[in-house]
């Protein structure tokens, strides 16, 4: 990865987690459940926003060099494995 997709990713996981702290503080005041199901909407979004960051810097860049090596098989089962438990629960 590198240091500029390491820091985006890394800026945007600092911004979840205010998101989170937020939601959490908005049920300890007992606010409505549809803001707070909303804000939990958002987090989700930028939750799958840093996951298809991360996907795709695997992408562009780990999976290149093994494809390029020609020992493929087992890289892809695995990636192909966490996309499917990630996206698809």
């Known amino acids: 990865m590198s240091a500029h997709d390491r820091r985006a990713i890394l800026q945007r ?5 205010g998101q989170v702290r937020g939601i ?3 049920l300890e ?3 409505d459940c549809p803001e707070v199901l909303n804000q939990m909407a958002a987090a ?3 939750l799958d926003k840093v996951a ?3 996907f795709e810097d695997h992408l562009d860049h780990c ?4 494809i390029r090596d020609g020992d493929a098989d087992e890289p892809i089962a ?12």
């Open 63 to 66: 999976l290149v060099d093994v």
């Open 24 to 26: 959490r503080q908005m």
């Open 44 to 46: 989700r979004a930028a």
């Open 78 to 89: 695995s990636i192909k494995a966490a996309f499917a438990r990630y996206f698809l629960p």
């Open 13 to 17: 996981m600092a911004r979840l987690e």
């Open 29 to 31: 005041e007992d606010r």
């Open 52 to 54: 298809r960051m991360v």
